[in-house]
């Protein structure tokens, strides 16, 4: 059973304007939540995270938004850059344990 | 330099031998992990270490063998490959505030 889930392999937007990458999550222990980016021939790179006492991050462009009770949180980028084009990876950890449990990626192009 | 290197880049081995990628990492975090990247599958975990000595199975374990007998280094050995382990492989270490970093992966081919 798969715990973190990003249910949109792909999304594709316009330079300017917003993209809205979504994770849900079906363990109610996870009380952290971290974005990851990845271009190609690279390892993946942190980006953002938030903890379970916020519902919202912000850093720069990238806001990353949590829902507990719906267990979903989403990363939104704005404005869209065509260096934005990665796979973004949403990943979970509970208690103080450093593993997490990542998603199987988004793909995002955004074209210029 | 600081960070977490992964050595080779690149590797071509043929099935039924064994091979070993390289994990090394200068910070000196608790949690190191392989990950396989497969097209389709994300990141899948196949083994982690919570400290030195002390190493757990992940998602996809068969095939593989790990050890950590100090803190920086996290071998990972293919004991007799085979072509369904054909992937990108990637090291982290991790803490649980700063989250994971990634080596650069190394690219294995089994023939």
């Known amino acids: ?14 330079e300017g304007r917003i993209s809205i990458l979504n994770c849900d999550y079906t363990n109610s222990m996870f009380d952290y939540f971290l974005w990851y980016k990845k271009y190609p021939a690279e390892g993946p790179t942190f980006l953002i995270s938030i903890s379970s006492i916020k519902d919202k991050n912000e850093d720069g462009r ?4 949590l ?12 404005p869209s850059q065509p260096g934005d084009s990665a796979v973004y990876f949403c990943a979970a950890s509970a208690g ?17 | 330099d600081a960070g977490i290197t992964q050595s080779p880049r690149y590797k071509i ?44 199975k992940g998602e996809v374990p068969d095939g593989y063998v790990v050890s950590r007998s100090k ?6 050995t293919l004991e007799s490959a085979t072509r369904s382990q054909t992937s990108v492989y990637f090291c982290a270490s991790a803490t649980r505030l700063a ?4 080596g650069s992966g ?3 081919t089994v023939v």
């Open chain 1, 1 to 14: 059973d798969q715990q973190v889930k990003q249910n949109s392999p792909s999304l594709s937007v316009q």
């Open chain 1, 62 to 65: 990238f806001t990353v938004f």
């Open chain 1, 67 to 78: 829902n507990k009770s719906a267990k979903h949180l989403s990363l939104h980028i704005v």
């Open chain 1, 96 to 112: 103080n344990a450093g593993k997490s449990t990542f998603g199987d990626g988004t793909t995002l192009t955004v074209k210029p």
């Open chain 2, 13 to 56: 081995t043929e099935t039924g031998r064994q091979v070993t990628l390289m994990c090394h990492q200068t910070w000196s975090h608790s949690y190191m992990f392989w990950y396989r990247q497969d097209l389709g599958h994300g990141l899948r975990l196949i083994y982690y270490s919570a400290a030195a000595d002390i190493t757990d």
């Open chain 2, 71 to 76: 803190t920086e280094n996290f071998p990972l």
């Open chain 2, 99 to 102: 989250g994971y970093t990634f």
């Open chain 2, 106 to 108: 190394t690219r294995l």
